[in-house]
């Protein structure tokens, strides 16, 4: 049995996420856990950190053959070795795959900030399209609305899944359907699958295993960043079918192809390996008890709304009925609680609320951002 309620120590850690925690601030935000990395990777990093050569790693078919295991275990998908290609981490493999459509490209919105960003990083125009939402807060993709502003021009179509920040897990016939759509138009789908481990409810579909068409016109990037909380240690790999597009893509890293460094070859090998199951098992569970305790706690709040999560860690809250000009300011200010502002993924009017962390801490982080709504309505 693994303890997950183990309170977060992070001072020394270098920590992004906490450097405001000296305030007295609790930090919901960033997108990493505040839960101890998986032990059987803590371990093989500290094993190897002591083997006292660091010299240039062997990493091809150390690394590849657990990845490969791990896909057929869990989703039951093929991977070919040639089909992998490492990259620095998995947003750079993004951006590598947007360079290679090289047109302008898509997405729905909400969608996760730097994907958000890639228009400045590529050079590229992009098309924000929303989603819908139903009474029950829960995000679908608008096809029609995506295939009425495809241009000419529109070369990408990015899909994040499970997605940050809306928490949908899009099911084998939405993935179907927005092939359809991309394929009708000649776009390639590129999907970010970082989270996709965290698919808590219902199974999570690689999108390179949808159709053997859809694996040929698509590039699905991923990394053990997420579910064994090391993003600190960062790597990611693309999978890429078509031998024609993978070319291309490597030839899009100009010389960045990744070359993991020695403690994330160690740290990689045991996510992937089968060491680490039953920590996610345990992890998944324990999330989900967190989830299902946060999603009662404010949908009980008046003026606060969420729809039920369905994948990550990250908890899409729209406080739109409360009448603040800028919520997450509000909670900082007020609750004392550091929460993702919606703005950053195209809704100002919503929080990210991360509730990967000790039960204990989530539910401190609720109960003052709660008292923080209660004596501003009884001003
Ligand atoms: C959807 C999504 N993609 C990519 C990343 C970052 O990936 P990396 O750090 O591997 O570049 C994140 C981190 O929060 C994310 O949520």
């Not at 371990?43 to 950190?49: F, N, S, T």
């Not at 997405?107 to 139903?134: C, F, N, W």
């Not at 698919?199 to 999108?207: I, N």
């Not at 609720?366 to 709504?373: N, S, Y």
Request: net charge negative.
């Amino acid at each position: 049995m693994y303890n997950y309620d183990i309170p977060a120590a992070r001072a020394g850690s270098d920590s992004v996420k906490w450097h405001v925690v000296a305030d007295g601030v609790i930090p919901m935000w960033v997108a990493d856990m505040d839960i101890q990395a998986a032990p059987p990777v803590v371990q093989a990093v500290q094993q190897r950190a002591a083997h006292p050569y660091y010299g240039y790693p062997y990493t091809e078919d150390e690394l590849k053959n657990p990845i490969i295991a791990h896909y057929k275990k869990l989703y039951g998908a093929e991977i070919d070795p040639e089909w992998l290609v490492f990259v620095p981490s998995v947003m750079p493999g993004v951006a590598a795959a947007l360079r290679m459509a090289g047109g302008d490209f898509m997405y729905s919105v909400p969608m996760y900030d730097h994907i958000r960003a890639l228009y400045k990083e590529t050079g590229l125009t992009v098309i924000e399209v929303p989603m819908q939402r139903d009474e029950n807060c829960r995000y679908t993709l608008d096809i029609p609305a995506l295939e009425a502003a495809i241009t000419p021009a529109v070369r990408a179509m990015i899909l994040c899944n499970p997605h940050n920040p809306v928490g949908r897990v899009f099911s084998r016939e939405e993935l179907l359907e927005l092939y359809a759509l991309c394929e009708k138009h000649g776009l390639l789908l590129i999907s970010d699958e970082i989270h996709c481990e965290f698919a808590l409810d219902v199974p999570h579909v690689p999108f390179f295993s949808v159709s053997e068409d859809a694996a040929q016109h698509s590039v699905t990037v991923c990394s053990a960043g997420k579910i064994c909380n090391i993003p600190g240690l960062p790597l990611g790999f693309a999978v890429i079918p078509n031998a024609e597009l993978r070319a291309k893509f490597i030839k899009q890293l100009d010389g960045l192809q990744a070359c993991p460094n020695v403690l994330t070859l160690a740290a990689y090998e045991k996510a992937y390996d089968g060491s680490c199951d039953d920590w996610k098992d345990g992890l998944r569970d324990y999330l989900r008890g967190n989830r299902d305790i946060a999603e009662a706690r404010f949908n009980a709040i008046p003026g606060v709304r969420t729809g039920h999560n369905e994948g990550t860690y990250l908890l899409w809250v729209d406080c739109s009925a409360l009448g603040l000009e800028d919520p997450a300011k509000f909670f900082l200010d007020n609750a004392r609680v550091r929460v993702n502002s919606g703005a950053m993924y195209g809704d100002v009017q919503h929080i990210r609320f991360n509730y990967g962390c000790p039960r204990a801490q989530m539910v401190e982080a609720i109960d003052r951002m709660e008292a923080a709504l209660k004596a501003r309505a009884a001003e």
